[in-house]
């Protein structure tokens, strides 16, 4: 018996031992995941840096005295940018308007150039142009910026997207609304609230739905930054533990503010609304700061369910929601309950999809990532906090969209079905700088996917026949008026087989001058010219202009089978607009770190392409295209007085519709067809023209005008038969350049210096040129 007490207090022992010796086994495991988790929570809190993609901005409005910018105008270019119309500017992000003068408090912003303050201004309006720009001291101002549009950003795979703000630039309201509403004992707790889950568990029993949540902040935030989305018993108890580390290691202002710009707010496509800062922007398009009760109080709604409560698509449910966040915080004395309820009785004033936020011009951006590429890695686009200043201009972006999509509407009206359901794309440059300025990538403009105006390479057609003139008037052998020959030809190829080329009417006319043969885009002519000067000559041409490399040196090259996108012929035309100076096109225009230091940008290149003697007797010969040829439909629109030059293409079977033309300051390239290459029924004068000269006609641009360079001398020409003539008795004369002191063929009927009319006394000038009486 004793023998058997002795065995069972030993076994005891055992058991004891084998007890503490486990308890001492976990506790000395919890240690070590405490430790574990206290490391990584301390190393990666303490050196936060959350990936910030590169935001990317629109030009900006520069604003002086004489620019041509209504009152009306100037307001809603305000609105876009966020600024909130008030009856007095009394803050930064705020204007108001009376009658023809604008109050703008503008807000501060760091350019490329510099930090630009915020201040006080008075605008001046007189119909369509500033006519007054002072600051608050009635002194005036020359010339001031508008803070940019910010147009997107560039954002990792994952998506996750943010505007990382400073506790400065935080409403003193946020915190203490979400205090009040998501974490009451955010202040006193130490990582987690039993009490808050019990009280939480409690009222939503009671009201039968989720109007409480049991975690603090911190775990909210410990969540987000440091968890995946995983729900398990052993995740919540990590959670739980590194909210506690959390708290014994930081301050509680550090927690606040790293939750404001981490907590998930929404979802844009792709992009993960992250933060207080971003969401301010996506959902009402202006800085976190200026956002006033109603909206804050909405954002602190979101934050409970980011896709339940999503103002766009359910808008009643975010209503309420906000509604008893307002409640609360009226309640609980944060605001005053008769604010809260006057902030009740707002809308909730969200801006719709692409109208205040900050995503807008795909095409563009995707524009700006390629080139952005060539100089910087893909995490330090998506990472690093990079801020780009791009070269769009947001009106003019506004405009190609409009006149594209009122062009594509018009050709879904037409009987023909043919033309229904086109697509279409606009390039719009700057020739002397070769900015890329606006792009429209398709039908729909905001839609992110395949990039026409970037990738859809097509067949040019007519587009390709100036680089036919253009090779011809290098060899020094041809001028406007040298006759070239619409007659048949056939071509042997390579294969054996033959090309016979004809004109779209199928018709032939015979001897005709190179500018008939341009302006009425035949082909024939053109053939027979291209034949003459060679084709490696003309395929060099292509690369002069600006393409990388040379198309295949197929006859059918003359006439515009080499497939080119709308870019590509934009990066070409922008030579010839810039008197045969090539720069390649570019949509970047500065880089800043995160810090505001610059960093590498595109520089502006520019090389002599052709000589400008003739790329200017060319683009002449282009501005007879818009009064004599397949161009001058656009004469309907266009303002009285413009002039302009530009050709128009058409591949083959009405495939492709295409117009590349310019003015003194602006070049737009059209395209239109369908995706899948069919008939679209349409030429390039019927289709593509039509929009261009809607853009181009609702915009302020300067007529085509090129000094005339040393060494040409302009001559007046019969158009049809290209004879040296008089335009007091020819009415088919045109005024050309050509090679100063070129003897060219006289027209007998009509001989140059003829003065008067048709049938009245003809008389040569005196020696001192005076006409007599």
């Keep these: 018996m004793a023998r058997r007490k002795k065995l069972k207090a030993k076994t005891r022992k055992k058991i004891q031992r084998g007890f503490a010796l486990l308890a001492l086994l976990l506790l000395v495991l919890v240690i070590v995941v405490v430790a574990v988790l206290d490391h990584r929570v301390t190393r990666q809190f303490e050196g936060r840096r959350w990936t910030l993609p590169a935001r990317v901005y629109a030009q900006p409005i520069e604003l002086y005295v004489g620019l041509p910018l209504s009152a009306k105008r100037a307001a809603a270019e305000l609105n876009r940018l966020g600024y909130l119309a008030v009856a007095r500017a009394d803050r930064p992000g705020t204007y108001s308007r009376r009658g023809e003068v604008i109050s703008l408090y503008l807000r501060a912003f760091r350019f490329s150039d510099g930090m630009q303050d915020a201040r006080l201004l008075e605008i001046g309006f007189a119909g369509d142009n500033m006519v007054s720009l002072r600051d608050a001291n009635h002194a005036d101002v020359p010339v001031i910026r508008l803070d940019p549009l910010l147009i997107g950003s560039i954002f990792p795979t994952h998506g996750e997207d943010r505007i990382v703000v400073s506790p400065a630039e935080v409403p003193k309201l946020l915190p203490e609304a979400l205090k009040a509403v998501e974490d009451r004992k955010f202040d006193t707790h130490h990582g987690v609230s039993p009490l808050a889950i019990l009280r939480a568990a409690f009222v939503n029993v009671r009201a039968g739905q989720v109007e409480q949540g049991g975690s603090t902040l911190t775990q909210q935030l410990v969540k987000s930054y440091f968890l995946d989305s995983r729900r398990t018993l052993g995740r919540k108890a990590e959670e739980a533990v590194m909210a506690v580390i959390l708290e014994a290691r930081f301050e509680k202002a550090d927690i606040m503010n790293a939750y404001i710009n981490e907590i998930y707010l929404g979802q844009d496509g792709q992009r993960a609304v992250h933060g207080f800062g971003l969401a301010s922007q996506f959902y009402f398009g202006k800085p976190l700061a200026e956002l006033d009760l109603p909206e804050i109080a909405l954002l602190v709604a979101i934050v409970r369910g980011p896709s339940y409560y999503d103002p766009r698509r359910h808008a009643d449910r975010a209503l309420a929601r906000r509604n008893l966040v307002l409640r609360v915080l009226g309640e609980r004395g944060v605001v005053s309950e008769a604010d809260a309820t006057r902030a009740a009785a707002r809308p909730l004033g969200v801006a719709k999809p692409g109208q205040k936020s900050a995503v807008f011009f795909p095409a563009f951006l995707d524009l700006v990532r390629r080139q952005l590429r060539t100089d910087y890695k893909e995490d330090a686009l998506t990472e690093s906090g990079l801020v780009v200043f791009t070269t769009l201009e947001p009106l003019l972006q506004e405009k190609a969209e409009a006149a594209l999509a009122s062009e594509l509407i018009r050709q879904d009206a037409a009987p023909r079905k043919v033309s229904h359901g086109l697509e279409g794309v606009m390039v719009v440059t700057t020739p002397q700088t070769g900015e890329v300025v606006a792009i429209v990538g398709g039908r729909r403009a905001s839609f992110d996917g ?58 032939v006319r015979g ?23 060679g084709l490696p000559r003309v395929a060099r041409s292509f690369v002069q202009l600006g393409l990388d490399e040379e198309p295949e040196a197929y006859p059918s090259m003359l006439l515009g089978a080499t497939n080119l996108s709308p870019y590509n012929v934009a990066q070409m035309y922008n030579t010839l607009a810039n008197g045969g100076f090539r720069s390649p096109l570019r949509a970047v225009r500065a880089v800043l770190s995160e810090s505001g230091k610059q960093l590498k940008s595109p520089q502006l290149e520019i090389a002599e392409a052709a000589a400008p003697g003739t790329v200017y007797t060319l683009d002449r010969m282009l501005i007879e295209v818009m009064e004599w040829g397949t161009g001058r439909a656009a004469r309907r629109t266009l303002p009285a007085g413009l002039v302009v030059a530009g050709k128009t293409g058409t591949s083959n079977d009405y495939r492709d519709s295409w117009f590349a033309g310019f003015s003194g300051s602006h070049l737009a390239v059209v395209w239109m067809g369908h995706d899948d290459n069919s008939e679209t029924g349409l030429t390039g004068t019927t289709g593509a023209l039509a929009a261009w000269s809607k853009f181009m006609s609702s915009i302020t641009t300067t007529s085509f005008d090129p000094l005339m360079p040393e060494g040409l001398d302009d001559r007046w020409i019969d158009y049809y038969s290209g004879l040296e003539t008089s335009p007091f008795c020819d009415e088919d004369a045109v005024s050309l350049p050509f090679r100063y002191g070129a003897v060219l063929p006289a027209s007998q009927e009509c001989p140059p210096g003829a003065v008067g009319t048709p049938g009245a006394t003809m008389f040569e000038p005196d020696a001192s040129g005076q006409i007599p009486p």
């Design 450 to 507: 395949f990039n026409r105006a970037l990738d859809a390479r097509r067949p040019i057609g007519s587009l390709a026949k100036p680089l036919v003139y253009l090779s011809a008037l290098e060899t020094g052998r041809y001028t406007p008026a040298t006759i070239v020959h619409d007659e048949p030809v056939t071509v042997k190829l390579p294969n054996g087989q033959t090309w016979k080329p004809a004109n779209y009417d199928r018709q």
């Design 511 to 533: 001897e005709m001058p190179a500018v008939r043969a341009l302006t009425q885009s035949l082909n024939l002519p053109t053939v027979n010219l291209g034949l003459e000067v």
